[in-house]
C-alpha cells in the first residue's frame, strides 16, 4: 500500500499530532510505502528518504495564527498525489484543507479529527467552514475517542463516515534501561520527593497558569518541561506567587531522557482548559510509567484516557483548587498512586500501543481500497 500523510509540521517538537505522525508512519512503513509531506520552518523545499520513511517539507513564508503560509503546498499536493493509494489528512490544518479543496486529488481520503475549532476570530470561522466543506469530500473521518464526536458540530453532520481509532504510543521506548534509571536516580536527587510533572507546550490552552497557581497550597516540586510563548510570563507569575523554589522550568528535554521524568515523578497533571486539547498523549505516556494522571473534565479524548477514579483523578477546568486538592490526595496516599499508575499502564498495553492503532488504521484502508 501507499500512503501519503499530509501534517504541519514535521520537528522534533515534544508530543502532539506530529509525534502520532511519527509513530503511525514508523509502524506502516515495516510493510508499506509511506511519505509525509508538511511545511518547512524555512522558505526553502527539500526532499529525502530517512529511516524508511521518504519526507516532502514544502518551502513556507512564515505564519498567521499558527497556520504555516506555503504558496507551493498545493502544487505538490497536486504534482505527488496520483502516486498514493491512500491520503491521510491530519487536522485542524488549514494550509493541507485548502491545498485538497484546490487539486481535488482522485485518491482515496481519510483523514484523523485530533481537535476542534475553539477561537471565535474570522480567520478560525473561515477554517472551520473549508474543514467542513472538507469533511463533506473526502471517504473517511478517523476519530480519537467517542466524546468528540458528541461535542463537535463539524463531526456531528458527518456521523456516518466516522470511525474509532484510539491512539496509541510506543511503549518500547519506555522500557527500563540502565540508562533511564540512571537519570532517575539523579532527577530524584536534584528535586527530592514529592514531584509533580507537566510536559507540554507552553501555550494558553494547556492551563498551566493554573498548576502553578495550585502549587500554593502543595508541598512539593512542579517539574515544566517544554517550550512556548506563555514562558516568560508563567515564570513571571512564579515570581509574583514567591514559588520559584519548588517550580522547576526545564524548557526541552530530549526525547532519551523524558522517560526518566515520567519515572522519577510522583503524578502527572494535564490541566488543559479547552477543547485544543483533543486527547493528550503526554497521558498515555505517563500511564505506561505507572503513573496517576491527573487532568481535566473536557469534553474531548482526555477523560477518554485518563478514566476518573480507575488511572487518575479528573478536575473542573480552571480550577486551582481543585488541583491543589488532587495533587495532595495523590502525594500523601502511596497506595492510590501505586492502583491508579498499575490499573493505567495494564490500560495502554491493552488498548493504547502503536501496533494496535496500526492495525485499526489498517482496516480502515483496506476498507476504502476494497470498495
Known amino acids: 500500500m501507499r500512503i501519503l500523510h499530509i501534517g504541519k509540521y514535521y520537528t522534533d517538537v515534544i508530543g502532539g499530532i506530529q509525534s502520532h505522525i511519527r509513530d503511525l508512519a514508523s509502524m506502516q512503513k515495516i510493510t508499506d510505502q509511506v511519505t509525509i509531506l508538511v511545511a518547512n520552518t524555512i522558505p526553502n523545499t527539500i526532499h529525502y528518504k530517512q529511516d524508511g520513511l521518504e519526507f516532502i517539507k514544502v518551502a513556507s513564508i512564515g505564519t498567521i495564527a499558527s497556520v504555516p503560509i506555503s504558496i507551493t503546498f498545493p502544487f505538490w499536493l497536486k504534482k505527488i498525489s496520483k502516486n498514493y493509494d491512500i491520503m ?19 485518491c482515496k481520503i481519510v483523514a484523523t479529527f485530533h481537535n476542534d475549532v475553539i477561537k471565535q476570530s474570522m480567520i478560525y470561522k473561515l477554517s472551520s467552514w473549508l474543514t467542513s466543506i472538507f469533511l463533506r469530500k473526502i471517504h473517511k473521518i478517523i476519530i480519537t475517542s467517542p466524546n468528540i464526536l458528541n461535542t463537535s458540530e463539524l463531526l456531528k453532520v458527518n456521523a456516518s463516515k466516522c470511525v474509532i481509532v484510539p491512539l496509541g504510543i510506543n511503549t518500547d521506548k519506555f ?11 539523579q532527577i530524584k536527587e536534584n528535586f527530592g520527593g514529592g514531584i509533580i510533572l ?3 507546550r507552553l501555550v494558553d490552552y494547556k492551563g498551566v497558569k493554573y498548576l502553578i497557581e495550585a502549587m ?3 508541598q512539593g516540586n512542579l517539574i515544566i518541561i517544554g517550550e512556548g510563548p506563555l514562558l516568560s510570563n508563567l515564570k513571571q507569575q512564579v515570581h509574583t506567587l514567591g514559588l520559584k523554589a519548588k517550580i522547576h522550568f526545564l524548557g526541552k528535554v530530549s526525547e532519551e531522557i523524558l522517560p526518566a521524568y515520567y519515572y522519577a515523578c510522583d503524578l502527572f497533571v494535564l490541566p488543559s482548559i479547552n477543547n485544543s486539547e483533543g486527547y493528550g498523549l503526554v497521558q498515555l505516556e505517563a500511564q505506561i510509567c505507572g ?5 481535566t473534565d473536557l469534553p474531548t479524548g482526555v477523560p477518554f484516557v485518563n478514566v476518573h477514579n480507575k488511572t487518575g483523578l479528573i478536575v473542573k477546568t480552571r480550577d486551582s483548587d481543585e488541583i491543589s486538592n488532587s495533587i495532595n490526595i495523590l502525594l500523601h496516599n502511596r497506595k492510590l498512586r501505586l492502583k491508579l499508575g498499575e490499573f493505567g499502564q495494564k490500560r495502554v498495553y491493552q488498548n493504547f500501543t502503536r501496533a494496535k492503532m496500526k492495525k485499526n488504521t489498517d482496516v480502515v484502508y483496506n476498507k476504502l481500497l476494497k470498495n
Do not use: A, C, E, Y
Not at 540508562?179 to 532517575?184: H, L, P, R, S
Open 216 to 218: 500554593n497550597k502543595v
Open 88 to 106: 491521510h489528512f491530519h487536522l485542524m490544518n488549514p494550509l493541507s484543507v485548502v491545498s485538497m479543496l484546490i487539486t481535488r486529488p482522485n
Open 291 to 295: 503513573k496517576p494522571v491527573i487532568s
Open 198 to 200: 507537566f510536559i507540554g
Open 175 to 185: 522500557i527500563m534501561t540502565r540508562f533511564i534509571d540512571k537519570n532517575i536516580t
